[in-house]
């Protein structure tokens, strides 16, 4: 299966161009031969800072609403995983992804862990959906610091995990530049590794208000290998081919177990501290 992540500019927050832009992506990709393109996280009208005083309610849409927006996509018979602040029937607010296939939107993924110090809230599940065979979940940017969601989504016969990711919010110069690109470049080794699927992550890259983004798109096979990856300055498609079905299972790492001590302590640490 050939798939690809773009790494987007890092617009502004409340820009609507990105649906222009992924259209041109699709082309591309048509052009290509790649059956699914995955895009940042919050492509769709950006990625609130919070801290600055910006507000995600300001381009929340309800899945209906980002149904009619990019709505000049859905005839591509690229499939594709777009990211968007979503309004739910709650009225609370999410960072979600869609799969957008077939003409239509397949299924939403609410991200799981958004972080601290926020209004977004937490999204409770992790589908697993077939894609041209290929048994496709996601996760959105600060999941993959997590070991749950891969993991959930790998015993629930994932074999691509789609991660839509906005690194830009980073100031300009901060001294934990490094220490984060280095994390952006090998988490998804890590999770890819950890539970033998294939990681398809797309970042945004540029400047604006003080922020620079990472880019740190790349495409990590079940071994860790990364397949393709993006400069770190520039726009454009990363694409490979992959693995479209998941592999035997390997019950190494899966089977601590084995050794209830040491199973039992560690599940100690996933309660309240």
């Known amino acids: 299966m050939r798939v690809a992540a773009y790494q987007a500019p890092y617009l502004p927050f409340g820009s609507w161009d990105a649906v222009d832009l992924i259209a041109s992506q699709l082309i591309a990709c048509e052009s290509a031969g790649v059956e699914l393109l995955c895009c940042p996280e919050a492509i769709i009208g950006g990625l609130a800072h919070e801290s600055a005083g910006q507000s995600p309610r300001d381009v929340a849409l309800t899945v209906d609403e980002l149904r009619r927006l990019v709505a000049p996509l859905a005839s591509s018979p690229v ?11 709650d009225d609370a607010v999410y960072s979600s992804a869609v799969l957008l ?15 601290y110090r926020t209004v977004v809230s937490a999204g409770t599940d992790l589908p697993v959906v077939t894609l041209r065979h290929t048994p496709l979940g996601m996760m959105i940017c600060n999941d993959i610091w997590y070991v749950e ?6 015993a629930k016969g994932a074999a691509l995990i ?3 990711t906005n690194s ?23 999770r890819a590794v950890e539970n033998t699927v294939t990681l398809v992550v797309a970042d945004v890259v540029g400047e604006q208000d003080g922020r620079r983004a990472l880019g740190c ?12 990856q993006a400069h770190p300055d520039e726009t454009g498609l990363v694409v490979a081919d992959v693995e479209p079905r998941r592999r035997p299972h390997n019950p190494r790492g899966w089977d601590g177990h084995l050794n209830p001590d040491v199973s039992g302590e560690y599940a100690a640490l996933l309660g309240p501290r």
């Open 149 to 154: 969601p891969a993991r959930v989504l790998a």
């Open 168 to 190: 830009g919010h980073v100031k300009v110069d901060a001294p934990t530049t490094s220490r984060l690109r280095s994390r952006g470049e090998t988490l998804p080794v890590a």
């Open 79 to 89: 499939a594709s995983v777009l990211g968007f602040t979503e309004r739910g029937s």
């Open 162 to 164: 789609a991660v839509p």
């Open 101 to 115: 296939a077939d003409g239509d939107v397949r299924t939403v993924y609410r991200k799981v862990y958004p972080g």
């Open 217 to 228: 798109s790349r495409i990590v096979d079940p071994d860790g290998r990364v397949l393709a």
